[in-house]
């Protein structure tokens, strides 16, 4: 998990600087949990309330991306609220990152999208003997997911914010039980602005919009699958990859994923397995968005080889990485059968000749 707060916050710390806009937010949130499975009803007993305190810049060019993202808003949010049923699910407190891309902006006003990532804790999760009806999450420490629709309305140094997001909880399948929490917040903030922001003429226009990269990435886990408080199983792999970009801000991804996961073994104990038959190869394919050094990616992949065939053939991925100036890249997505999380990848890898 700390890879996560490296990867999103890399690129909040990387452009920081003493002349850049920076603000203060507060804004107070309500929501409710959505029981996204049936076994799930029992715990969406009441609202869920909380408030976040941010801390943001404001593009202001010295970065060739900044124009291409219309001056987005970055920086740092911090969380604490309920989720749904305070009883069974109790508070949780979290920190993420943020970036929020204009979509319709005018002098005063702006319609974003908003994005960010972080961990949060929680207070009260699964146990067998004491709250074996908190079936959400069953580890104290979980990533938090936030996605938003942001209207944003400026006078002077002051804004007022009104926000739909949805903020989900979950450990990657790292323990189960795991189903995760999925809250929609509607919330209405205040922003005061600390420090004003000189525009500047980027340096970097001249960079080349498309061209190919290539590198590999090897990946270590580890899984828990049902039953509870069952063993954990060790996942390894290693990814042949090649980017394309297109622009400063779109980009694919393809890889060829070599994939060995122990946790094959618990599927049918009865069916004799030997190492090389957990093995499993698949292609990916998937679009990505950069960031400057920093990328998000999200998309499918298709079993090559998968010899027990337990689950569905096609996977998914959703992740983000980090691209140091000599091609050293960390990362960290979440690999998924749908809406099933099957386990995080932390990674290290190289990209060539970059």
């Given at each position: 998990m700390k890879s996560l707060i490296t990867a999103v916050f890399g690129l909040i710390l990387t452009t920081s600087y003493a002349q850049t806009e920076s603000w203060l937010e507060v804004r107070p949130k309500a929501g409710f949990l959505i029981a996204h499975r049936s076994i799930m009803g029992h715990v969406t007993n009441e609202h869920a309330f909380a408030v976040e305190a941010s801390y943001y810049f404001h593009g202001n060019g010295e970065k060739y991306w900044h124009q291409d993202y219309n001056d987005p808003r970055y920086g740092i949010s911090l969380y604490a609220g309920t989720v749904g049923n305070t009883e069974l699910l109790g508070s949780y407190y979290g920190a993420y990152g943020f970036m929020s891309i204009p979509l319709i902006h005018t002098k005063k006003y702006e319609f974003a999208g908003r994005f960010g990532a972080g961990m949060a804790y929680a207070s009260r999760v699964y146990n067998h003997e004491t709250n074996n009806l908190s079936i959400g999450t069953s580890t104290r420490m979980n990533a938090l997911i936030s996605l938003s629709l942001e209207n944003r309305y400026q006078f002077g140094n002051h804004a007022v914010n009104f926000i739909v997001d949805m903020t989900h909880f979950s450990n990657g399948a790292t323990k189960v039980p795991n189903l995760g929490l999925n809250v929609p917040y509607i919330s209405l903030g205040y922003g005061y602005k600390i420090q004003d922001g000189?525009?500047?003429?980027?340096?970097?226009?001249?960079?080349?919009?498309?061209?190919?990269?290539?590198?590999?990435?090897?990946?270590?886990?580890?899984?828990?699958?049902?039953?509870?408080?069952?063993?954990?199983?060790?996942?390894?792999?290693?990814?042949?990859?090649?980017?394309?970009?297109?622009?400063?801000?779109?980009?694919?991804?393809?890889?060829?994923?070599?994939?060995?996961?122990?946790?094959?073994?618990?599927?049918?104990?009865?069916?004799?397995?030997?190492?090389?038959?957990?093995?499993?190869?698949?292609?990916?394919?998937?679009?990505?968005?950069?960031?400057?050094?920093?990328?998000?990616?999200?998309?499918?992949?298709?079993?090559?080889?998968?010899?027990?065939?337990?689950?569905?053939?096609?996977?998914?991925?959703?992740?983000?990485?980090?691209?140091?100036?000599?091609?050293?890249?960390?990362?960290?997505?979440?690999?998924?059968?749908?809406?099933?999380?099957?386990?995080?990848?932390?990674?290290?890898?190289?990209?060539?000749?970059?």
């Open positions: 000189m525009k500047e003429k980027p340096s970097h226009l001249d960079l080349l919009h498309r061209y190919w990269e290539f590198g590999a990435m090897g990946i270590a886990s580890v899984q828990e699958v049902y039953p509870v408080n069952g063993r954990k199983y060790p996942v390894f792999g290693l990814n042949a990859v090649a980017r394309r970009f297109f622009k400063h801000t779109v980009g694919m991804e393809v890889s060829l994923d070599a994939m060995y996961k122990g946790s094959l073994r618990a599927y049918h104990p009865d069916v004799p397995k030997t190492d090389g038959e957990l093995l499993q190869l698949g292609f990916f394919t998937g679009y990505l968005l950069p960031f400057d050094r920093f990328h998000l990616v999200v998309g499918m992949g298709y079993y090559l080889r998968d010899k027990f065939k337990f689950q569905e053939q096609v996977y998914h991925r959703v992740g983000m990485r980090y691209v140091f100036a000599n091609g050293l890249n960390i990362n960290l997505a979440l690999k998924s059968h749908w809406a099933r999380a099957d386990y995080l990848e932390y990674g290290i890898g190289y990209t060539f000749k970059r």
